[in-house]
């Protein structure tokens, strides 16, 4: 998470500001304001959410508020627009719209139970409702993670995704090993802060130690440093993260795991996604 570095500094010095007019060009750029083409996340989403790492009081976000909506909101909006046809063509009952309660989280938090005014971290999502299984996409001062969200608590005495996979343990395994859904992601318990369940997922290991867990995370982390994150790349990777982990929501959701995932598995499959 290093910053680069320059080689002859008046050439430097001219290059680096022709890149920061072609960065605020994109940034301020309509299509990205209200929802239009993404083109990726800049550098300075990261220092604004660190700087309300730092920072968190009214005061200093009303003064920043320009930032809040041109390195945040606005690719942030533009990312939810640019994905939601595939997200519908993935489950059409997911939510799509790129509004505030529906796909954005907020960052102001409730002051009847928190000490600071505002979250440090953004959340995009998509599903169903609120505490839902669902995708997600997470951004804080240090980067991003894509991924599934799996809610396990106990409904109505039963936890359905822990006893969909005890009651379709050969389903679960072998949807896992067909979408590629293995060491290339990290397990870990949502509690108030994270408890790992294993940084390098292994399905026929692993899965027995959800036992009891409420929240689960599944998902791939990308350092601020990675240059996907400041290009419209990152929608496409978020697309390849979306359709693997898809069959972990259908085990969180489905009264009949394994027929859905074998209908997930015809008419969507596995689907090779180009970057470019």
């Not at 500094?9 to 060009?25: E, F, L, N, W």
């Not at 968190?56 to 390195?71: G, I, L």
């Not at 599934?148 to 389903?171: C, G, P, Q, T």
């Not at 130690?209 to 994150?229: P, Q, V, W």
Request: charged content about 30%; hydrophobic content about 35%.
């Amino acid at each position: 998470m290093e910053e680069m570095k320059s080689k002859t500094r008046k050439k430097i010095s001219h290059q680096k500001s022709h890149a920061k007019r072609k960065r605020v060009g994109a940034e301020t750029d309509s299509s990205q304001t209200n929802g239009g083409e993404f083109k990726g996340f800049f550098k300075e989403t990261f220092e604004f959410l660190g700087e309300l790492y730092t920072h968190n009081s009214v005061t200093w976000f009303n003064k920043h508020r320009e930032e809040y909506e041109k390195y945040l909101m606005n690719p942030a909006r533009a990312f939810v627009t640019s994905i939601g046809p595939f997200i519908k063509f993935i489950n059409p009952t997911f939510d799509t719209e790129p509004k505030f309660n529906r796909t954005l989280v907020r960052l102001n938090r409730d002051m009847r139970f928190a000490k600071k005014p505002y979250k440090d971290f953004f959340l995009i999502r998509f599903g169903k409702g609120k505490w839902d299984s669902e995708l997600f996409l997470y951004l804080d001062r240090n980067g991003i993670e894509i991924g599934s969200f799996v809610n396990n608590e106990k409904k109505d005495s039963r936890r359905l995704f822990e006893e969909n996979i005890s009651a379709h343990v050969s389903a679960f395994l072998e949807i896992c090993r067909k979408f590629k859904i293995g060491v290339e992601f990290s397990a870990y318990e949502l509690r108030s802060g994270t408890e790992p369940i294993a940084e390098k997922f292994n399905p026929k290991r692993d899965h027995i130690k959800f036992r009891g867990i409420d929240y689960l995370i599944f998902g791939k982390e990308l350092g601020k440093s990675d240059r996907t994150i400041y290009s419209k790349s990152l929608l496409a990777l978020a697309m390849k993260i979306y359709n693997r982990l898809y069959p972990l929501y259908i085990f969180s959701a489905s009264g009949d795991p394994a027929a859905e995932c074998e209908e997930y598995s015809n008419r969507v499959g596995l689907l090779k996604i180009s970057s470019t």
